[in-house]
């Protein structure tokens, strides 16, 4: 199970996280960032001037900062951001209500981006994946979110196997199981030692196509835990589904 090495360099950390930061929630400003890291303004302006500096980031006219050409072609912009906002206090009720870690993603062709986490505050636990992507096929989440599209849109994804390099009758595999089972598990399949359970949000054809799940050790899970998972995770994402529907 991958979790935040003891040996970061923090700069490089903070750096990473900023640029992550503009890319999927668009614009900020020295301050907003600083607040976000958790660092001094000025620590926050040194790292915005790096980023720009290697084309991850451009400074606006308003002063603001943007995500620069580097990252502009993977930015989901406003529509990330109130996703964000709208799916965070549903990942800290599903955290108090199964006391493992939740994590909100988006599918990106063939790979999802966690782009929000909410910690547990078990000593043994899975950490904050916010910003990494991981193969659709694989993750609990993209799996959901695979079982909930049509052919065309698979054919869309998978239709070149020299391109992706996942064979097409794994995917159609992995479609078939979770449809039956009307939830999605990745049981080890991204990352030794961590077992995921995973439910989309609402219809991937309508708005930005995302999902929920709950990750925990593998030491700690159980197959007689799958109906409470499922059901708080059912529960959890036909609400973010609902806000998203009464905001819009």
Known sequence: MQNKPTYSIESVDHALRLAVLLQQEGPLGVSDAAARLGVARSTAHRLLAMLVYRSFAEQRDDRRYAAGPVLRSWSGGDSVTHLREIALPHLRALVRRTGETANLMVLRGTQVQMVATAECDQALRVGDR????????????????????????????????????????????????????????????????????GQAVGDPAQGLPAALSVAMPTARYHRRMLPDLAAALDEAARAVAQDLHDDS
């Open 130 to 197: 916010e910003g990494r992507m991981l193969p659709a096929h694989l993750a609990s989440g993209g799996r959901a979110l695979l079982a909930r599209l049509d052919r065309a849109e698979i054919d869309a994804r998978y239709g070149d196997e020299d391109r992706t390099g996942v064979a097409r009758e794994v995917v159609e595999r992995t479609i078939r199981q979770t449809r039956r089972r009307g939830f999605a598990i990745n049981d080890q399949s991204t990352e030794a030692g961590l077992t995921a359970i």
